[in-house]
């Protein structure tokens, strides 16, 4: 298991900055939409991180953020379990840098965002923030790609088909 930060950055247009992942090879991502993040680098904590991954990707350095909770990721072994600590951020400083290494940056309608290819859990926290729910904790589970299961604050969520609350 390793640890990471997510951040959807919020504009005053209601939309999200999003990452689509086209550029790097044998990406777990490859062709997912996703907020800006990434792994934990040795000794940092979450807002160490988070800082410094936004503006790697970005080129912005981020003023006002707030923390929304954990994600637990598990899976059949497809790739690595991830810890993620999911923030927002409605305040920043720079100019966006078009170039990320990770892919292209978008500006995208909130209420669009479950539109394009996401992952099927991520449109579980996304409901999470914007529903304004409180720090939570939410594990996801995948085998073969797919959720199979997801637990909200110690609480099964219905997955797939099943209808989600």
């Not at 539109?115 to 085998?143: N, Q």
Request: proline share 5%; net charge negative.
């Amino acid at each position: 298991m390793f640890n990471s930060t997510l951040c959807y950055l919020e504009n005053d247009r209601g939309e999200y900055l999003m990452l689509h992942r086209v550029k790097k090879k044998q990406d777990v991502n490859q062709d997912k939409w996703i907020g800006v993040g990434g792994k934990f680098e040795d000794g940092e904590s979450p807002d160490e991180c988070l800082l410094r991954e936004v503006e790697e990707e970005t080129g912005l350095t981020l003023t006002s953020y707030r923390f929304r909770g954990v994600v637990t990721f598990l899976t059949d072994g497809g790739w690595e379990g991830e810890y993620m600590y999911l923030f927002t951020a409605d305040g920043w400083a720079g100019e966006l840098n078009p170039d990320c290494a990770e892919g292209e940056l978008e500006w995208i309608p909130k209420d669009q965002v479950t539109r394009l290819p996401i992952w099927e859990g991520d449109e579980i926290f996304l409901d999470l923030l914007a529903r304004e729910h409180p720090a939570f904790l939410l594990t996801l589970e995948y085998a073969g790609g797919r959720l199979v299961r997801a637990v909200l604050d110690g609480k099964p969520l219905p997955t797939g088909e099943e209808e989600r609350p």
